[in-house]
């Protein structure tokens, strides 16, 4: 149990590949202006220029979402035991080390607790710098109790979804997964506790095919990559360039596959007023 | 036979992705890869494990004859009743090494082998009286997934299952067996008309995976696959699946979150195609045979991972060489599993089911 408490003025960029830091410049890599590093942070890591939403890391999702940037985190010890002894050009485990190394976590995910304007909640954010937020038995296990904090707590459910899919080097033990989360999803829908899936730039593969697609509101931020297939593997299928905006946000908000795109700084009033409407007076 | 022009096609197009940073993440099904033409009969075991097999395939005929032998004669003594009891035992041991001795890709093999047995032939072997029923009525009927009523031995039943096929524009017509996202909302829609009237459902998985395409992506492919393994969690009625040949990722999944999910002995069951992964973790798409080994996808791993609940027996060489023996073999274990299930009362199937699915694949440690 840990209480973090940060200033909105200290959102660590680091992990982020597409801000290209120059001292106390950054240039956007969507309008290719510079900009001066403060605004950026000021903006949410948003583009004040062009509205670009950078990719953020897990922690500062929470400091963004929860009031005072103050939560309450559980389940933060579990690690993969490497179930099966996966060694490709690079053995498993070790990229298991250096992911912790980098990111300060022991996988690609973090439960809170905290308030959203006041709502006490249950928030699981996915950290995609954590070998690209891929989902194995330990993202699989502690996203299933946050499920289960929420059916027991009766407080709202809230999954930022950030992640390439299933954890090829857990094998089918990352397919199963899928099975277990959306089982628990199961049981919170009978239970009529609200559960809202954010999702963010990327959210693909099995967590697609699972608990983003399953929330009471599934809402993605603008101009996020969001698909079941990678766009390389379409691309090789249909022989063709792919069109533009396939598979963001945008498009498949005109499909019909989200509920609202909605844009960083309404992501904190938007899902407050969604509460309001699900959660029933007492 | 005339090829199809689309295999064609991809078989030339494919290309191992270029090399990404955190590449290591299965994006989807990049499950195209495994469409690359294999020759069916490549070997590629080792020399060691071809002969400790073929070894224990000469002890096993030896055996075998001796039992036929000792049977033979009238009026056995409790000594020869003892002795022939032994050597079943031998046999079954010898049997378990031999299947062993089959690599992940030799299996990977069997089960994508063009005479293997389809969900619609062992429809006709194992169950009758069936009638298909097509369509999502939302959006169009996907030839990759049959679904219908049928009757297994006298009892009404509902069976689902992705569909292959032999012939070249029979191939094109089921999409090689990969559905698109009407397919799974067509198998949720028939799954909640066998709830609705209290019939079991049996499902067949033989698919590579979820077709990834531009109108499966514009029409929700991931929603679609979410969808059901929520819903199949909490249907209220005993669920069957088996898979049969290829069970490949979340598009095998969305119709094989079951009381029993069983796995044909050569069947396999993976998150990616050995050829999808070798090409991400390898950089290599030959290096299929080491991700195939690396990712445990055979029956027996699945079972020894705690994944799957049964394995099916199938003829001597594989389901392929003989139909009927085949589907007499699974309709044998699929009785035994109806049997059980028919019994339980639903609240009680339903807490199994999901305890079963809560407490699989838990391979993690807490640190102090
Ligand atoms: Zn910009």
Redesign the pocket.
Known sequence: MAWFKRQSGELDTSGERKVRTEGLWVK?D????I?WKKDLEDNLNV?P????HFRIDARSRLTQLLDEGQYDTFDANLVSTDPLKFVDLKAYSSRLKQASKDTGLTDAVINAQGKLNGRPVVMSAMEYAFIGGSMGAVVGEVITRAIEKSAGTKQPLIIISASGGARMMEGVISLMQLAKISAALARLDELKIPYISVLTDPTTGGVTASFAMLGDLNIAEPGALIGFAGPRVIEQTIRQKLPQGFQRSEFLLEHGMLDAVVHRRELKPYISRALDFMVQAA | MKVPKIRKAKTEKVAPPPPVDGAQVVSGTEFLLSMVETHWYSRNGDARKMEVRLKAEQELARIEEQIEHLQAVPGQSEETRRQIEQLHERVDALRRQIHASYGAWEKTELARHPQRPYTLDYVERIFTDWSEIHGDRGFADDPAIVTGMARFHGDEVVVIGQQKARDAKQRVYRNFGMPHPEGYRKALRVMHFAEKFGRPIFTFVDTDGAHPGLGAEERGQGEAIAVNLREMARLKVPIIATVIGVGGSGGALAIAVADRVLMMENAVYSVISPEGCASIMWRDATKKALAAEAMKITATDLSELGCIDGVVPEPEGGAHADHEAAAALLDQTLQTHFQQLRKTPIPELLASRYNKFRNMAQFYRVEA
């Open positions: 956007c969507s309008c290719r202006q900009i583009c220029k062009c509205d670009k």
